[in-house]
T-cell receptor, first 116, second 115 residues
Framework: DTGVSQDPRHKITKRGQNVTFRCDPI?????LYWYRQTLGQGPEFLTY????????KSRLLSDRFSAERPKGSFSTLEIQRTEQGDSAMYLC??????????????FGDGTRLSIL | AQTVTQSQPEMSVQEAETVTLSCTYD???????LFWYKQPPSRQMILVIR??????QNATENRFSVNFQKAAKSFSLKISDSQLGDAAMYFC????????????FGTGTRLQVFP
């Protein structure tokens, strides 16, 4: 169990650029989650997958955001035409099963995005 | 919609003493799960303790225990024999037992531990 891995750890980019983050969940976990955390706040849910199916998206996930999990293993989160307000920590989590279960979500270290 | 409120932005405790962090939540559901997560500075969030709403018995994990009051919608965390390594942000989180797997977090409590 190597834990949830996120790449990169930090990303600095200019406003208007596109960015992509990657998350590798714990290998046997079939559920994968994305959250966004701004300074001084708790994480806010963005979206989650079961295997390759995207089961729920928050209305926080505007048209500029897209998440994929094409083979049911790693996931990518892309932000197009970044804005200042996108600056945040993007957290990925995974869990072995979700439906009607108390299985906790295991979090990665996060990707910190800074928009210049 | 469900909400989670942590009314204590910061708390402090002396090493070896006991501290209680407060959390209240709002929901119309009867079946759900509650969690406390710890986030040390610049480190990943880790689970401290969890509680199923259908269980009346309060969860305990070593020095960590909860006081779950379902009718009052209160879920406080007690840390006994505090250690320097307990210093971190603590987040209370709610998860429905049906329809969705997402966690709803409070705004967190920063715990400082003094030697």
């Amino acid at each position: 169990d190597t834990g949830v891995s996120q790449d990169p750890r930090h990303k600095i980019t200019k406003r208007g650029q596109n960015v992509t983050f990657r998350c590798d969940p714990i290998s046997e976990h079939n559920r994968l989650y994305w959250y966004r955390q701004t300074l001084g706040q708790g994480p806010e849910f963005l979206t989650y997958f079961q295997n390759e199916a995207q089961l729920e998206k928050s209305r926080l996930l505007s048209d500029r955001f897209s998440a994929e999990r094409p083979k049911g293993s790693f996931s990518t989160l892309e932000i197009q035409r970044t804005e200042q307000g996108d600056s945040a920590m993007y957290l990925c989590a995974s869990s072995p099963t979700g439906a009607h279960s108390n299985q906790p979500q295991h979090f990665g270290d996060g990707t910190r995005l800074s928009i210049l | 919609a469900q909400t989670v409120t942590q009314s204590q932005p910061e708390m402090s405790v002396q090493e070896a003493e006991t501290v209680t962090l407060s959390c209240t939540y709002d929901t119309s559901e009867s079946d759900y799960y509650l969690f406390w997560y710890k986030q040390p500075p610049s480190r990943q969030m880790i689970l401290v303790i969890r509680q199923e709403a259908y269980k009346q018995q309060n969860a305990t994990e070593n020095r960590f225990s909860v006081n779950f009051q379902k009718a009052a919608k209160s879920f406080s965390l007690k840390i006994s024999d505090s250690q320097l390594g307990d210093a971190a942000m603590y987040f209370c989180a709610y998860r429905s037992a049906r329809n969705t797997d997402k966690l709803i977090f409070g705004t967190g409590t920063r715990l400082q531990v003094f030697p």
